[in-house]
């Protein structure tokens, strides 16, 4: 696995860039769903919400059966085994001892939380870099890590855990921390985000793009630290450049600024331009009656044929087109809106609400995401569960039983094979199972259906 720039996998080449250092260009064509690069991990943290869930260092869920064990000498790091608390040790024991005083402090304690994952991350990566005598890799990583370009400037001085009595460290702290801080990664396991990680080889490669065509996923192993991989969304041409994104491309008004504060630089992509030249998005109408006008006036421009279609559903629209009146839809509570509706009526059985809910939720993901980007089809997998779920229900309903059936079950049938196109594109990414084996699980039942009710053969 690459971790330094002279071992750079046939597919990558670096190029000078215009305004940011360098940019990753496709070798050759690549395929979508290949994997461009394959990075270990420097650094990685799990997020205080998954903490005594997971396992500290290979980051595996205690769901599966897995039961973990407490570090005696903190009690707060947690690990499946021996295996890991061993490979674990060599860091964590700079620290180990130290730890709970250190989080107690008072300067600790005064800080807010994503500053005290700050510090955490901090304190790991000390930890992982304050050797003597380190591994081949590490060397590798870290000469990567400190090619980085710095953030901008921190409020405060960070802080760190103090390291164990004899720990050299070789880097001035400020020096490392201004690089951790816009170059560290969220992971995820099936899109959830569990833990920070740090990659330097795809920070120092991969620039940002709102309508990336590449994006990372995680492998999450027993016993194995974690493994990043970059995959193709789409098809990436010879000398096209290989981006991805650094923020959820959905914060459409707040992102800009997050670039700048935590980044440094402005997004020019093709989705930044179009709102930049919008000025400022139109407000949101106030009553209840002009938003259900607003969502349906977006599905109609989104899914202008009134037959719902495999193959068209997701290509009738796109950004530069939105008319005047439909762009604020472009407001994140517009979409925030709209999420935490689909979600309470599908938990509460308001399956048809859910549906209509959840087309306009697709609207605005195939609007703002690129192609074959993953939360489009964690989405329709949503929307082909609940267009099942309401089939089981018309079972209780004998009104129109037969036709709501029929074309509950075509739906269902169509959000699951885009599901499937999309999510087997980005492949299979932190624990197992996941979505790809509850698409599986739903292709078999929707079968099953199928065969019962040979009147309805579309598919
Ligand atoms: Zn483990
Ligand atoms: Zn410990
Ligand atoms: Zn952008």
Redesign the pocket.
């Known amino acids: 696995m690459p971790s330094s720039l002279d071992e750079l996998p046939a597919c990558i080449r670096l190029e000078t860039h215009a305004t940011a250092r360098d940019k990753a260009v496709a070798a050759s064509d690549i395929s979508p769903g290949s994997v461009v690069l394959e990075v270990p991990s420097m650094v990685v943290l799990l997020l205080s919400s998954s903490k005594g869930r997971r396992?500290d260092?290979?980051l595996?869920s205690s769901a599966s059966e897995i039961r973990l064990a407490k570090c005696t000498g903190c009690a707060s790091y947690w690990?499946?085994?021996s295996q890991?608390q061993t490979l674990h040790w060599g860091s964590h024991k700079k620290f180990c001892k130290r730890l709970a005083s250190f989080m107690a402090s008072v300067e600790f304690q005064c800080l807010e939380a994503h500053e005290q994952l700050d510090a955490l991350l901090h304190t790991h990566l000390v930890a992982e870099i304050s050797s003597n005598a380190p591994s081949d890799v590490r060397a590798k990583q870290l000469s990567t890590f400190m090619s980085l370009l710095p953030g901008p400037p921190h409020d405060s001085p960070p802080i760190a855990c103090p390291m164990s009595v004899g720990v050299d460290v070789h880097q001035s702290l400020e020096v490392l921390f201004i690089r951790s801080q816009n170059n560290n990664f969220a992971i995820h396991s099936h899109l959830d985000t569990i833990a920070h990680g740090i990659f330097p080889l795809a920070s120092r490669l991969f620039n940002h793009s709102c309508l990336p065509n590449a994006a990372a996923r995680y492998v999450i192993r027993?016993?194995q630290s974690v493994r990043m991989e970059i995959v193709a969304l789409r098809e990436i041409k010879a000398t096209e450049e290989i981006c991805i994104p650094y923020v959820d491309p959905a914060l459409i008004e707040s992102r800009q600024q997050i670039f700048e504060l935590t980044y440094g630089f402005s997004c020019t992509c093709p989705s930044c331009n179009f709102i930049s030249t919008l000025g400022s998005i139109p407000p949101l109408p106030g009553s209840e009656a002009a938003l259900a006008k607003l969502d349906n006036a977006l599905q109609t421009f989104c899914f202008p044929s009134p037959d719902i279609d495999d193959h068209t559903l997701l290509v009738g629209c796109s950004l530069p087109d939105l008319p005047e009146n439909l762009h604020r839809v472009l407001r994140e509570s517009y979409l925030s809106r709209l999420t935490d509706a689909f979600s309470k009526s599908s938990h509460e059985g308001s399956y048809h609400v859910a549906l209509n809910v959840g087309l306009t939720v697709l609207a605005v993901y195939i609007l703002i995401y690129p192609e074959n980007y993953p939360q489009i089809g964690m989405h329709l997998l949503e929307m082909a569960k609940t267009a099942w779920n309401a089939v089981i229900a018309t079972e209780y309903d004998s009104t129109h039983k037969a036709l709501a059936k029929t074309s509950l079950l075509k739906r269902a049938r169509v959000y699951r094979n885009l599901a499937n196109n999309i999510l087997e594109v980005f492949g299979p990414e932190g624990d197992p199972a996941g979505p790809l084996e509850e698409l599986a699980v739903l292709k078999k039942l929707l079968h099953e259906e199928l065969l019962k009710s040979p009147q309805d053969d579309d598919q």
């Open positions: 396992c260092f290979c595996c690990y499946c085994g890991c027993q016993g």
